[in-house]
């Protein structure tokens, strides 16, 4: 079983359009992540929740929107999509927020035309 | 604020070689460091960590990596590197020991030729 699972693996959309993508996990942890990963490979956080908190919103355009509906399930909403979203975006968990391991999932690839 | 330069943005080394992958960290306060190693088309997966205690760490796969205070280095090694080892390596620091303030350095691809 994947303990990290998101959907959908790669997204090609138009500009203006909204997208959802999908993460749960299976590891029994409290708290969620979103990062971004850019073309160069460069990771940063967006998001952060413990236990359906939001605990961390990075400087963060408002067309990215976070929802937990439970501990499990971490969903990423954008609006308006433009075309610097295109990177791949990566959930992770983490069992407390005191270890510095996380668990990522694949990646999902969205590309913004 | 805190960062992490990985110097090296591409390392490329034979098989069998011995490797290591550099990284230094920038922080006023104590820092908690990690190896993170990203395989093609997958996720992130810890390699080994460092919150206290010994300065040598020993991670999965064979890979140590010494914390040095004085340096402000995490420099990652291993002694002969494997075709399989061809992967991203991201260093990161975390002033707080907890996932959430995790900032990663911009990775280092090792290529392990035959």
């Known amino acids: 079983d994947t303990a990290v699972s998101q959907t959908p693996k790669y997204l090609v959309t138009q500009m203006g359009n909204d997208k959802s993508i999908k993460c749960e996990q299976n590891?029994?942890?409290?708290?969620m992540y979103w990062y971004k990963q850019d073309s160069k490979k460069f990771l940063k956080i967006m998001f952060s929740?413990?236990?359906?908190?939001?605990?961390i919103n990075e400087t963060v355009p408002n067309r990215f929107s976070p929802k937990s509906p439970d501990k499990a399930h971490l969903n990423l909403h954008i609006n308006s999509l433009e075309l610097g979203d295109s990177a791949v975006y990566f959930c992770?968990?983490?069992?407390?927020?005191?270890?510095?391991?996380?668990?990522f999932g694949e990646g999902s690839r969205l590309t913004v035309l | 604020a805190q960062s992490v330069t990985q110097l090296d943005s591409q390392v490329p080394v034979f098989e069998e070689a011995p490797v290591e992958l550099r990284c230094n960290y920038s922080?006023?306060?104590?820092?908690?460091l990690f190896w993170y190693v990203q395989y093609p088309n997958q996720g992130l997966q810890l390699l080994l960590k460092?919150?206290?205690?010994?300065?040598l760490v020993k991670g999965i796969n064979g890979f140590e990596a010494e914390f040095n205070k004085s340096q402000t280095s995490f420099h990652l090694r291993k002694p002969s590197v494997h075709i399989s080892d061809t992967a991203e390596y991201f260093c990161?620091?975390?002033?707080?020991?907890?996932?959430?303030?995790?900032?990663f350095g911009t990775g280092t691809q090792l290529k392990v030729e035959l």
């Open positions: 992770a968990s983490s069992q407390n927020r005191n270890t510095g391991e996380l668990f």
């Open positions: 590891l029994g942890h409290d708290t």
């Open positions: 929740y413990n236990n359906k908190e939001l605990i």
């Open positions: 922080s006023s306060v104590s820092v908690y």
């Open positions: 460092y919150l206290s205690g010994s300065t």
């Open positions: 990161a620091a975390d002033p707080t020991g907890g996932g959430n303030k995790l900032t």
